[in-house]
């Protein structure tokens, strides 16, 4: 058995917001206790009250969560400078909390200290661990290294499903939260073990301007050739010169692949001739540039909710998780609730949470390994194994 609240209020105050999402979880709960809650919430709360109230109310529960660029759940829909709280209700799964500090100079041994101290949380399912949910400080999300050292702990191809915090301006700092601790720096991590179905479907807003071209010379997320040019001229004679960061993104074709990856572009040098990148691309790689347009956000919106409702283990999934870059948000404008009117379309009466992150996590195929995206809409169904599920 499998059972999720969600919590959203849109009230300005933190004391006032907090109080009324506990109070909309716990009249769902009906005296039940729940394992573990997920937050999102505006930048602009006071965190640590937040997190207080939280856990005065639950205090066994793990937890959670980071700051955004906007919220959707199945309680208001899309907000902006809002909070939600998700809650987990099983008497068969294990869910549980951990993290990984000092991030962006640790990389890898954050990324395991997340996984171990979330594995030493179980019990009764040890080494049954079957996917988790990372939240990371946006900062070098994309070459920290994090996923190696989590890798280390539960396998080169864990699946591991999730963003990095955000907030209204990438010149503000950004928050993740653990338990009762208002962290920056860090990544968290819920970890589900046990009887629990799920599935991932991951899409690009990416609608390509060219053929593809193989990545000829690279290093780390900088790019130095693409073809038989230098990576600068390359953007260029496509787009003219214009912000490489917006509008304009690469997708990536690892090889013997056929699905690909978005990367976006915020940095160029043209006296170098390079250009740098959100994430890294390994030399041999094929690119196509593209642009990130209205359609193709919502169209990859669809698609990434329809490959996991495809992919789902179960009849019907208890709960939703989506993560979508708040890239797409800006491309969007006043028309991003069409996103969550494709959620809703595709998913009525289920109950689901999701924000606008700095980045998406997410295995392009099962079985493979996690990778950092952008410009990307990544859509998480979980619920109990079919042959657990009493609800």
Same mark, same amino acid.
């Given at each position: 058995m499998?059972?999720?609240?969600?919590?959203?209020?849109?009230?300005?105050?933190?004391?006032?917001a907090v109080n009324e999402v506990v109070e909309q979880v716990k009249s769902s709960l009906a005296g039940a206790q729940p394992r573990a809650g997920i937050v999102f919430c505006s930048v602009d709360f006071d965190h640590?009250?937040?997190?207080?109230?939280?856990?005065?109310n639950f205090p066994a529960m793990a937890l959670a969560g980071c700051t955004t660029d906007g919220e959707l759940s199945s309680g208001i829909g899309f907000a902006e400078d809002s909070l939600i709280l998700m809650v987990f209700v099983s008497d068969k799964l294990e869910i549980c909390a951990g993290v990984g500090r000092d991030a962006a100079r640790r990389g890898g041994a954050a990324g395991r200290e997340a996984a171990a101290t979330a594995r030493a949380g179980l019990s009764r399912y040890v080494k049954e661990e079957r996917f988790a949910i990372i939240l990371t400080d946006p900062l070098n999300a994309g070459v920290s290294d994090i996923d190696k050292g989590i890798q280390e702990v539960f396998g080169r191809t864990f699946p591991i499903i999730g963003g990095a915090?955000?907030?209204?301006?990438?010149?503000?700092?950004?928050?993740?939260?653990?338990?009762?601790?208002v962290l920056t720096d860090s990544v968290v991590m819920l970890l589900f073990a046990g009887p629990v179905a799920f599935s991932c479907g991951i899409m690009g807003g990416h609608s390509p301007m060219g053929p593809k071209e193989p990545v000829t010379k690279a290093e780390d997320n900088v790019l130095y050739r693409i073809g038989d040019q230098p990576a600068?001229?390359?953007?260029?004679?496509?787009?003219?010169?214009?912000?490489?960061?917006?509008?304009?993104?690469?997708? @990536?074709?690892?090889?013997?692949? %056929?699905?690909?990856? *978005?990367?976006?572009?915020?940095?160029?040098?043209?006296d170098r001739g390079t250009v740098t990148l959100n994430g890294r691309v390994s030399k041999g790689a094929m @690119?196509?540039?593209?642009?990130? %347009?209205?359609?193709? *956000?919502?169209?990859?919106c669809n698609e990434s909710i329809r490959r996991a409702l495809e992919a789902y283990p179960g009849a019907r999934p208890a709960a939703a998780l989506f993560f979508s870059c708040a890239g797409r948000k800006m491309i969007m404008g006043t028309q991003i609730v069409q996103e969550l009117q494709t959620v809703q379309r595709h998913l009525p009466d289920i109950p689901f949470a999701g924000f606008y992150c700095y980045g998406e996590f997410g295995p392009?195929?099962?079985?493979?390994?996690?990778?950092?995206?952008g410009t990307t809409f990544v859509t998480l169904l979980l619920g109990a194994a079919e042959e657990d599920d009493e609800g």
């Open positions: 499998l059972k999720v609240f969600v919590g959203h209020s849109e009230d300005a105050l933190a004391t006032y640590a009250e937040i997190l207080s109230v939280i856990r005065e915090s955000a907030a209204h301006s990438k010149k503000r700092k950004t928050f993740q939260f653990y338990n009762g601790e600068v001229d390359y953007f260029h004679k496509y787009i003219g010169n214009y912000d490489l960061f917006m509008n304009y993104c690469l997708a @990536v074709y690892e090889q013997d692949r %056929d699905s690909f990856y *978005v990367r976006s572009a915020p940095f160029s040098d043209v @690119v196509q540039i593209g642009t990130a %347009d209205k359609n193709s *956000v919502i169209r990859s392009l195929e099962k079985g493979s390994p996690y990778l950092f995206h």
